[in-house]
């Protein structure tokens, strides 16, 4: 007769290897990782966009989220295999210089001025130049990201735009990411530049509001980009490359699309374009 023992394993043992067997490929999938912005992460676009991408592919992404200066600085040393940010004049060089051989714009949002709703400094309209220009003359609170991100490259073209040299007593850099400057902002009543994304998603507004919005150089493109192997064979090009098709795909585009925050939509697809 046999030993109760020896039943249950040999009841128990094949339900077991095969949940194993199940949980192997998990246990195994690839993984990259991806430089990218901070208006990307908090934002929570990619909490909705990387599981989708997953289930697609099997493919995990590590994202290191920093200012697209430092993400792109990152890829140049070879410790990214993928690149997702929004400064353009930096991606195409980035592409020029040979550390990645295409640049794909996969979607867009706009940049917006915040500030007291109150706004002493009377700058609400649609320039951005103009608002800027009257924050200096004004001495006014204003929290720079400080940081070579995208929004601070933006934010420095419109400063030099506006002609300013000095943007007055009031002016902080913070050398950080989008979601503390935009908390410093608010404890301070200070004004800021913000991505569209970020703004929406911000759980702390205080008593700030958008003042300026609808200048058309406050648009902000995104591009998607692998850092190019034959830089660094150590980089994996190949499941990279598959993020930025799917990325770029109707399913990532419409995954983008389908991505909103109290109803609103925070980034809009556009490669290809």
């Known amino acids: ?17 095969a949940m194993a067997a199940l949980a192997a490929p998990a246990a195994g999938a690839e993984t990259i990782v991806m430089a990218s912005t901070t208006s990307t992460e908090q934002s929570g676009l990619f909490s909705h966009l990387l599981p989708a991408f997953k289930q697609a592919s099997g493919i995990d ?19 990214a295999d993928v690149l997702f940010v929004h400064d353009q004049a930096a991606e195409e060089k980035f592409v020029a210089e040979g550390y990645a051989t295409r640049r794909y714009p996969v979607m867009y949002n706009d940049f917006v001025l915040i500030g007291p709703a109150a706004d002493p400094a009377g700058v609400k309209g649609n320039d951005i130049v103009r608002a800027l220009a009257k924050l200096a003359e004004t001495d006014s609170p204003f929290i720079s990201r400080g940081d070579k991100s995208g929004t601070h490259a933006a934010e ?19 050398g950080c990411g989008m979601g503390p400057a935009l908390n410093m902002a608010s404890s301070m009543d200070a004004y800021v530049l913000s991505d569209r994304g970020t703004w929406l998603s911000f759980k702390n507004p205080g008593g700030l509001k958008v003042l300026v919005e609808g200048d058309k150089r406050l648009f902000n493109q995104y591009g998607v980009m692998v850092v190019n192997p034959a830089k660094y064979p150590h980089v994996k090009a190949k499941p990279a490359q598959q993020f930025v098709d799917w990325v770029t795909s109707k399913a990532g585009q419409d995954a983008i699309a389908s991505y909103k925050v109290n109803g609103q939509q925070l980034f809009f697809p556009n490669a290809g374009q």
């Not at 249950?8 to 339900?15: D, I, K, N, S, T």
């Not at 420095?156 to 913070?174: E, H, I, M, N, T």
């Open 61 to 79: 992404i590590k994202v290191v989220a920093q200012g697209t200066g430092q993400a792109l600085d990152m890829a140049r040393r070879g410790d």
């Open 156 to 174: 420095l073209r419109f400063w030099k735009a506006a002609g300013v040299q000095d943007q007055g007593k009031g002016y902080k850099a913070c």
């Open 1 to 17: 007769m046999k030993t109760l023992p020896m039943l249950w394993r040999r009841a128990v043992m094949p339900a077991v290897l």
